[in-house]
């Protein structure tokens, strides 16, 4: 494979992502819409192969049943949720570009060298803070008789980067510190030291109005997640489907987020889809139905091509405000780790509030205990638009040719390979005749519109066969079919592997039953 520095791998990613028709930036001609994608004809095949992958392995089943909630849903949804009070996020200013921050992302954006500077800088007020703050006491876990021996102690932990980073992340969100820390941070877009505004909440869900005035008791958000239209359909979905814990519901939906800073590609976007499924136990039965769904959604993902050693499991070090346990399964992505999905034990939270918000009981009767409990959920949360990506990044490679020339001597191309799994490939298989005449083109469309009567196929005779063969390994299709002149004598076709290059010859009345082995999902 060619070499290629993480940057550039990602910068020849997003370039072939428009070239090809995988994603392109929403509103293009009007200068585009931060944080907004379209997804072009080969990237909503791709991402329609992703979900239908997903909801067959969720759903076909007997102990999962599918649901398509609204988008829009009452106030008191979120109220209950927890979304109107928690889901914030601290912001800040560069007072001199103006640049906006996420304070999380921001530390993130902090060299080692300079954690260790601020944390050091800092140290005298994290002392007096952690007095009476058991949480800072915990993460700084330092010990001293007095506040020098405290301090020098602190300061000298200061160079491990993790420890540094959580003490800045906390800091930020701290009053009493967040305008000691940002005294001691870069603007990472103009290099200005120190002069940012304080942070200030900022909620991520989006409002909007029902109704024909603009008034406040009609405001209403826009969904930031799927599950809770899940849990809102509990009993509706146990009654009609006659199902008995443990038992799952499953939702594909979009869900929409006023990111401050959006980055990465598809990594961070304000609309995005959620593959999510509640799965509802009983008490007492929730760590080992965590523990089987954490094993389900890993193999999921190896399973349709992504490298076991570019995953692991991250276990947060805070848990969110609803969960008993959570595993993130992450990917190295050029930019670095980051989550594609989530596993949570979210115990009762979430219906035990909506009971309280409600005055519906979200309540279970065990016929065989006679007991009525509120179930356990383990939420299994898988980004659709950051699972494409991955496959994406994973699939992409670039292989160096080397090719012997007429006059004796060689040279060599770069042939770039969407390595994507049959499954997910937009294009199942493309045709073509080997030259426009003597019947070949005729042949390569009935075989063309045979196939695509269970198929994606692509249809191309445009330029020499090596160039067709090039543009579809940019497509990552995973098979090429060629009519040539041996197809005229015996009905046999070349059928051309794209990760391997070899050829197969197979009669054009075994060309289904080939495909329908290797592709469908």
């Not at 979900?51 to 849903?73: P, Q, V």
């Not at 304080?198 to 799927?226: C, D, H, V, Y």
């Amino acid at each position: 494979m060619a070499s290629n520095s993480k940057n550039d791998v990602m910068e020849k990613i997003v370039s072939l992502a428009k070239r090809k028709g995988f994603v392109f930036q929403s509103s293009e001609i009007y200068g585009g819409l931060n944080g907004c994608y379209d997804y072009g004809p080969l990237g909503v095949e791709l991402l329609r192969n992703i979900k239908e992958a997903w909801w067959k392995e969720m759903t076909l089943r007997e102990d999962i049943e599918g649901l398509d909630a609204s988008i829009l849903m009452h106030p008191k949804t979120w109220e209950a949720s927890g979304h109107v009070e928690n889901f914030t996020d601290p912001m800040v200013d560069c007072k001199k570009c103006k640049s906006r921050y996420r304070v999380d992302i921001l530390a993130e954006q902090i060299s080692k060298k300079n954690l260790s500077k601020i944390v050091k800088a800092i140290a005298p007020a994290l002392y007096e803070a952690a007095k009476d703050n058991a949480d800072l006491k915990s993460i700084l876990s330092v010990d001293g008789d007095t506040s020098e021996e405290y301090i020098t102690t602190l300061s000298k932990k200061a160079d491990d980067e993790i420890f540094s980073m959580q003490v800045i992340n906390f800091a930020l969100i701290t009053p009493a510190l967040a305008s000691l820390a940002l005294k001691e941070i870069v603007c990472p877009n103009c290099g200005t030291k120190g002069e940012f505004t304080e942070a200030r909440q900022f909620n991520l869900m989006f409002k909007t109005f029902i109704g024909p005035l603009e008034e406040s008791s009609n405001a209403i958000f826009i969904r930031p997640e799927t599950a809770q239209g899940i849990y809102l359909n509990f009993l509706n979905v146990r009654e009609s489907a006659r199902q008995k814990l443990p038992f799952g519901i499953a939702q594909i939906g979009k869900a929409f987020r006023n990111e401050i800073n959006t980055k990465n590609f598809l990594f961070r976007t304000r609309e995005f889809e959620q593959m999510e499924m509640q799965f509802f136990v009983k008490p007492g039965d929730d760590e080992k139905w965590f523990d089987y769904w954490k094993e389900i959604r890993y193999n999921w993902f190896i399973r349709y091509g992504l490298k076991k050693e570019k995953m692991k499991f991250l276990l947060p070090d805070k848990l969110a405000h609803y969960a008993k346990a959570a595993a993130d399964i992450e990917y190295e992505f050029p930019f670095g780790w980051g989550e594609i999905e989530g596993i949570h034990n979210r115990t009762d939270f979430d219906l035990k509030r909506h009971t309280e918000f409600s005055g519906k009981k979200m309540e279970y009767y065990d016929e065989q205990t006679k007991e009525r409990f509120i179930p356990y959920v383990i939420e299994t949360s898988a980004g659709a638009s950051r699972s494409f990506l991955a496959f994406l990044v994973d699939a992409y490679e670039e292989q160096e040719l080397k090719k012997e020339n007429s006059d004796g001597t060689t040279s060599s191309e770069i042939r770039v390979v969407m390595h994507l799994h049959p499954a997910l490939a937009p294009i199942k298989a493309a045709v073509f005749p080997l030259v426009n005449r003597d019947g070949m083109p005729e042949l390569a469309h009935k075989i063309t519109a045979d196939l695509r009567k269970n198929f994606n196929v692509f249809y191309d005779e445009s330029g020499a066969v090596g160039r067709r063969y090039r543009r579809q390994d940019e497509n990552g299709t995973p098979y090429c079919i060629t009519v040539d002149t041996q197809t005229l004598e015996d009905n046999t076709v070349t059928i051309r592997d794209r990760d391997t290059m070899e050829q197969i010859r197979l009669p054009i009345d075994q060309i289904r039953n080939f495909l329908m082995d290797k592709v469908l999902i």
